[in-house]
């Protein structure tokens, strides 16, 4: 990976735990500029982490030892840096009040410049919820970019939703190599099709606050920030809370009284968050369409069936076949072929939801 001058400046200040986020803007500014403000720089740093720390660290900013060691390191976990004077380093998330210095990645670069959406939500977002969820962040990838954890619930949902476009950042609470990732295999393909963000150096293990202060680039990186679940109190609330600072547009499922995890979601569309039924209560905001798709034509049988089940939007096949008004012999197999053709999907006790909302009709 080539970087210029002053990226390969900032990867190798950021590589220094000793120093938290201001000092290494100040250790920086203490080897540039005029005399005087290098002095000035300097005596501030050597008043917190102190003189001797100072004196290391200078020592091995200067040290191509260290330099070549710590790229090779990148290299080889294949691990590539952002860095806040990089070309691509997204605006968005270089105008919030603390932008990392250096985004750590892995995956597809390219998805930094797209229009993003974050999607965040609780660990045990009900099961109907979660697959809500998937079915949205699927279609809303055919105009967006979803930006999402790592976690159970919503976070997972949100992957898989977006898995089969490629459109999918991953931000991490950890490094990439520190065992953060509660499903390392969906991080993995993620990855594989779309890009995987951390603010930390790949060693660097996640701690409780960690998590907090992820969501602030979570929240950052998009133009809208999407609470599928949460309770009064919950980390995907810190995140709409962010947005909200940002100016970022916030939306939010609607609940029923009583569900907990959805009290923290009613409290936020109370509050002004748009409320979301579908995909294109989203778009919508941000002056976007779904674009024409042409579809795979359909029989006869396929289309009753799948506008049976459009029809609610999830429907169990014994419904689908009195609606429909095909035999209940035949419709599992016609289900199956809308599956494979994209059109539904199956959510569970032989229930299936319309993915798509629009065939070509012979």
Known sequence: M???PTERELIVVDSFGELNYNNKKNFLASLAGSEGERQKFAQSLIKTPG???YNKLKAKFSDGGYRDKLFASLERRGVFCVTI???DYPESLKNIPVPPLVLYCRGNRALLGDRKLTVVGSRRTLPQIAEQCRNICSELTRRLTIVTGVADGADSAAIKGALASGRIICVLPGGHDSGCAAHAQLLARAESVGLSISEYPP???AQRYTFLVRNRIMAGLSSGTLVVSAAKRSG???????AADYGRDVFAFPYF???PSGEGCNALIKKGAYLVENALDILSVFGLELPVEKLPELSESEQAVFLAVRQT???HAAEIAKISGRPMREVAALCAALEIKGLITRTGGNKFAAVQTTINQR
């Open 51 to 53: 003189d001797g720390v």
């Open 85 to 87: 004077a990089s070309a």
């Open 203 to 205: 060693a660097f293990k």
């Open 236 to 242: 995907a609330l810190s995140t709409a809370s962010y």
């Open 2 to 4: 080539q970087y210029t």
């Open 313 to 315: 939007g999830e429907m």
């Open 257 to 259: 009284a009583g569900v």
